[in-house]
């Protein structure tokens, strides 16, 4: 997983770019294409951390993972502010529901984690009788 940010920056980085193509040439590649890459680096990304993140307890490394995929959630859901201060949105048109899904299931898999992790403290605490 320490190659993950790098990749997730790299990825951010073509995603961006073929963006900007489709908006500023015809003819070079279709949407089509386009939504079809990203729906397939969607699927792949959600298997490499899944699979990547199997059996793992390191609750940094988690953290890690979260992070580098909700900035690249976040870098390609631009987000401004209008005339009268009303916080919009101008992404890039890609379907970031997966994403968001992958986000949720580490969210919940940290959470169990932490959970066990206190409890655990607390119950060697509570064992040693120190108050």
């Known amino acids: 997983m320490t190659t993950l940010p790098n990749l997730m920056q790299e990825l951010v980085g073509f995603f961006i770019i ?3 193509v489709l908006r500023s040439v015809s003819d070079f590649r279709s949407q089509r294409d386009v939504d079809d890459l990203w729906d397939e680096m969607c699927r792949r990304i959600i298997g490499v951390v899944s699979q990547g993140l199997k059996g793992c307890s390191q609750l940094n490394v988690f953290l890690e993972c979260k992070m580098s995929i909700l900035l690249f959630v976040q870098t390609l859901e631009v987000s401004c502010y ?7 949105t101008q992404g890039y048109g890609y379907d970031i529901t ?17 959970l066990r992790t206190f409890s ?12």
């Open 98 to 114: 997966e994403l968001n899904g992958l986000l949720v299931a580490l969210f919940e898999r940290y959470s169990e984690l932490l």
């Open 18 to 20: 073929e963006a900007h």
């Open 82 to 88: 209008d005339s009268v201060s009303r916080l919009t």
């Open 120 to 131: 655990a403290d607390f119950d060697n605490v509570s064992a040693r009788g120190d108050q």
